[in-house]
């Protein structure tokens, strides 16, 4: 999907406050920032700092109190969640995967339920399926599968409906290494080759570093940093 001129900025924030009501500080305060189509950017910081809270405001989880989400040039206060949430592929620490739906069923749901062709969605899920690694494994449930596993038929599942934009939280935080490389390298090619746009908000140094990407960093709800291709040093804790 190559930009149709001008600038084609897919996530945009202006001015973004939000304070949980039982907290007594805010969980971000006057976020400003903005993500061009196609590109791909590491949210960090330490625990707490607001990493979560952003990217559930793009997927409208959370509203915010003050200042303007857009997704993609939508203002999200004005679209239903379920129609933002349609429109990317949210991946998260914890796979939420149906447990009583076979590796296949939980990568093909997606496009199901949105009332996709039944051929189409076969193909999909099968391409996906393949993509994953795990054309082998299609008919197992998320329990006879490893954590690895269950993380990348997670992303398939995010890819189903073919999403320009990927909102990842985390998604290598329950990996070990090899695995955690599974997921960067598909997540990768998916972006290379069809110009996804990926939010990916982590706490791993070894993964930002080697990339080399951009970096936005919250420290206490607030954008304390945002440089291309930057070192990080982390965040002094245990990385994953
Ligand atoms: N539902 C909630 N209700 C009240 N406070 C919340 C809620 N969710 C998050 N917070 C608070 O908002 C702040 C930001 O939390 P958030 O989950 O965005 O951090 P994070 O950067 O994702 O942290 P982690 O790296 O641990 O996932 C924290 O102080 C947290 O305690
Ligand atoms: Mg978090």
Do not use: C
Not at 83 to 109: C, D, P, V, W
């Amino acid at each position: 999907m190559p930009p149709t001129g001008g600038i084609d900025i897919e996530i945009l924030l202006e001015h973004v406050s939000k304070r949980y009501a039982q907290a007594g500080y805010a969980a971000l305060e006057d976020v400003s920032l903005h993500i061009d189509s196609g590109s791909w950017v590491f949210l960090v910081g330490a625990s707490g700092m607001g990493k979560t809270t952003l990217l559930k405001l793009l997927y409208r989880e959370e509203l915010a109190d003050s200042g303007r989400v857009l997704v993609d040039g939508n203002d999200v206060a004005q679209m239903p969640g379920s129609r933002l949430r349609r429109s990317m592929g949210i991946i998260f620490q914890t796979f939420r995967l149906l447990e009583k739906k076979t590796a296949f069923e939980n990568i093909a749901y997606g496009a199901e339920v949105l009332a996709m062709p039944p051929d189409e969605v076969r193909k999909r899920t099968r391409e996906i399926l393949e993509l994953v690694g795990l054309a082998n494994k299609a008919g197992r449930m998320p329990g006879e599968l490893s954590g690895g596993e269950q993380q990348r038929v997670a992303i398939g599942r995010a890819l189903i409906n073919r999403p320009k934009l990927i909102v990842a939280d985390e998604p290598t935080g329950d990996l070990d290494p090899e695995n955690s490389d599974r997921v960067i390298q598909i997540l990768d090619t998916v972006h290379r080759e069809h110009n996804v746009t990926v939010l990916f908000a982590t706490h791993a140094v070894d993964i930002v570093n080697r990339l080399q990407r951009r970096v936005v960093r919250l420290e206490h709800g607030r954008v304390v940093s945002d440089a291309l291709g930057g070192y990080w040093a982390g965040n002094g804790e245990e990385t994953e």
